[in-house]
């Protein structure tokens, strides 16, 4: 089981802070950010979990003194659990971009138009799930469906450990219901994959040839709907030798829709990275392999019965419509111990 352990977090940030106090260590722009920003992270990291302790104790010492307030002092206790458990949620967040922010891209698979419309039912279930977290999410690009739903659709999600959360939900996802497009109203499988990249800074040192670059303008047209921008500026990217395609709409002039594809670019390419990496680990250690673009993670069954269903933990949830409304704690927690225990299918 993986726990808070605040005293090796005092001992690395007194690492960072004497590697802080070096002399030259500003002569590395990259390296002092990253120095600088992971002390500032644990610092408050650590803030957090010495309130609490001084809150718990409080709440102790006062039970001790006036027993007769035992209901009222568990009430005030609750919110302090639920805190104490995302403290111990943060142990497991080790990776270089885990603590940052995250980009989300959600893209339309097999199933034509229930799979258009599921891509957005997804976005939404996530726009919610990032507000319960307290995120900042933006919506970058959403490009709609011939009759209903969503293509693609990218967003930003800006807060802590933001990409070290959403990387647990990337892969693809399945759902099974009557569909709303079949006139006979027939149950129908529906897929939508879900790509997530960390949000590197705009001064972020990733090399990338203009050569292997193809940049297309155009104007977001179609049915729109509440999701989609519309401007004369849009701009998609490809990079030819990985084939990502990135898009951004949402800014008023062509250069800064360029200036935002190409940073949301450089992290798709900074997670490809990632994922080949974890990919060769898991080879040396004959483990399964959870990553990469074809691996089904969670299966939404509507009809004939309401579940919805991890496969890479097995946990199942009866509440459909709960885990819809943005309630995904549970499941991405799950996963969170389980990889980090060694134990994710």
Same mark, same amino acid.
């Given at each position: ?14 690492? *960072?802070?004497?590697?802080? &106090?070096?002399?030259g ?7 002092? /950010? ?8 644990? %610092? ?7 309130? *609490? ?6 709440? &102790? ?32 967040? @080790? ?6 922010? &995250?980009?989300?891209?959600? @893209?339309?698979?097999?199933?034509? /138009? ?30 709609? $469906? ?7 659709a990218?967003m ?7 990409? $070290?959360?959403?990387k ?20 129908? /499988? ?40 519309? /401007?004369? %500026? ?18 008023? %002039?062509?250069?800064? @829709? ?60 009866? @509440?459909?419509q $709960?885990?819809?409304?943005?309630n ?8 969170? *111990? ?8």
């Amino acid at each position: 089981m993986i726990t808070f352990d605040p005293d090796a977090l005092a001992a690395r940030i007194g690492e *960072l802070e004497e590697e802080l &106090a070096a002399p030259g260590l500003w002569d590395d722009q990259a390296r002092a /950010t990253a120095v600088s920003t992971e002390h500032a992270r644990l %610092s408050k990291r650590l803030e957090r979990y010495r309130r *609490l302790q001084r809150e718990h104790d409080d709440a &102790a010492e006062l039970l001790e003194l006036e027993p007769d307030l035992a209901d009222e002092i568990a009430g005030q206790l609750r919110p302090l659990r639920a805190e104490l458990e995302r403290l111990q949620e943060d142990a497991l967040f @080790n990776g270089e971009y885990d603590g940052g922010d &995250a980009v989300v891209s959600l @893209n339309a698979g097999a199933g034509g /138009t229930d799979a258009q419309d599921w891509a957005e039912m997804l976005l939404r279930m996530y726009l919610r799930w990032a507000d319960h977290r307290g995120f900042q999410a933006e919506l970058v690009e959403a490009s709609p $469906g011939e009759e209903a739903g969503l293509k693609s659709a990218t967003m930003t999600v800006k807060g802590e450990n933001a990409y $070290g959360l959403f990387k647990a939900e990337r892969g693809v996802h399945r759902l099974v219901r009557l569909s709303p497009f079949d006139s006979a109203h027939r149950r129908h /499988t529906a897929f939508a994959q879900v790509v997530t990249a960390p949000l590197l800074p705009d001064e972020a040192d990733v090399e990338i040839d203009e050569a292997d670059l193809r940049i297309d303008t155009y104007r977001a047209s179609g049915a729109g709907g509440q999701h989609v921008n519309k /401007t004369d %500026s849009a701009v998609r990217i490809t990079h030819l030798p990985s084939g990502i395609v990135v898009q951004c709409q949402n800014e008023r %002039s062509q250069a800064s @829709n360029k200036q935002t594809a190409l940073r949301i670019l450089k992290s798709r390419l900074v997670e490809l990275q990632e994922e080949e990496r974890e990919a060769e680990l898991a080879r040396e250690r004959g483990a399964a392999q959870d990553i990469g673009f074809g691996s089904q993670i969670r299966s939404y069954v509507l009809h004939p019965y309401q579940q919805v269903k991890d496969l890479r933990t097995g946990l199942e949830v009866g @509440n459909a419509q $709960g885990v819809l409304d943005g309630n995904l704690d549970g499941f991405v927690r799950e996963y969170l *111990l389980a990889r980090a225990a060694g134990k994710a299918v």
